[in-house]
Each structure stands twice: as structure tokens, then as C-alpha cells.
């Protein structure tokens, strides 16, 4: 099992940064990759950014050249820094958990944080 907790959600104004933590504990070990999701108002789940343990990452499209996803403390934080907001990033980010065991691959979720990008 691993346990996800988020912070660093709040109102921002267009243009601004945020930047949004999880600290992962539990089974790390068996962690694969961490990656942040996001869900707006009436839509679909999305990934907004991936970081594998290997260090490879990848981006929405949406979010390519604002967005960074980084990690420390031997891997089990992952930062998601937000530069340029956009209104349109108004959504509740998740962050996730790809954990990889010998029985089989899990998907574990925080609690979610709000991100409201208005003025």
C-alpha cells in the first residue's frame, strides 16, 4: 500500500505560479512512476505531467514549457511547479502512484487539491 498527501493547491491569478507537493509513504519501493492528474468541472481525469523512477518524464501538451515535475527525498516527494497559469488549469489536481510488485501493477490516489486560476 502506499499513502499519497498533497499540498500546495490555492487561488492563483492568471500568470502566476503555484507549486504543489506530494509526499508519498507506505510501499514506496514498488513505486514505477508518480505523476499528477487533474479534473475540471464536468470533464474527464487528465495527466497533466509523469516522472518515472528512471527519470524520464512527459507533459500534456497543454502544460509543455510551464509546467515541471521533479522529485526529492530519494524519490518518494514529487513537485509540480506551475509557472504561467492559465484559467483554463482550474481543476482539482491528484497525484498519483504507480507501484509495480511482483503480483501486479496498482494505481494509488491522494485526496486531490484545488487549483483555482482566477482574477
Known amino acids: 500500500q502506499v499513502q499519497l498527501v498533497e499540498s500546495g493547491g490555492g487561488l492563483v491569478q492568471p500568470g502566476g505560479s503555484l507549486r504543489l507537493s506530494c509526499a508519498a509513504s507506505g510501499s514506496i519501493f514498488s513505486i514505477y512512476a508518480m505523476g499528477w492528474y487533474r479534473q475540471a468541472p464536468g470533464k474527464q481525469r487528465e495527466l497533466v505531467a509523469r516522472?518515472?523512477?528512471?527519470?524520464?518524464?512527459n507533459y500534456a501538451d497543454s502544460v509543455k514549457g510551464r509546467f515541471t515535475i521533479s522529485s526529492a527525498n530519494a524519490k518518494n516527494t514529487v513537485y509540480l511547479q506551475m509557472n504561467r497559469l492559465k484559467p483554463e488549469g482550474t481543476a482539482i489536481y491528484y497525484c498519483?502512484?504507480?507501484?509495480?510488485?511482483?503480483?501486479?501493477?496498482?494505481?494509488?490516489w491522494g485526496q486531490g487539491t484545488q487549483v483555482t486560476v482566477s482574477s
Open positions: 498519483n502512484a504507480d507501484s509495480r510488485t511482483a503480483v501486479g501493477a496498482s494505481d494509488y
Open positions: 516522472l518515472t523512477s528512471g527519470g524520464s518524464t
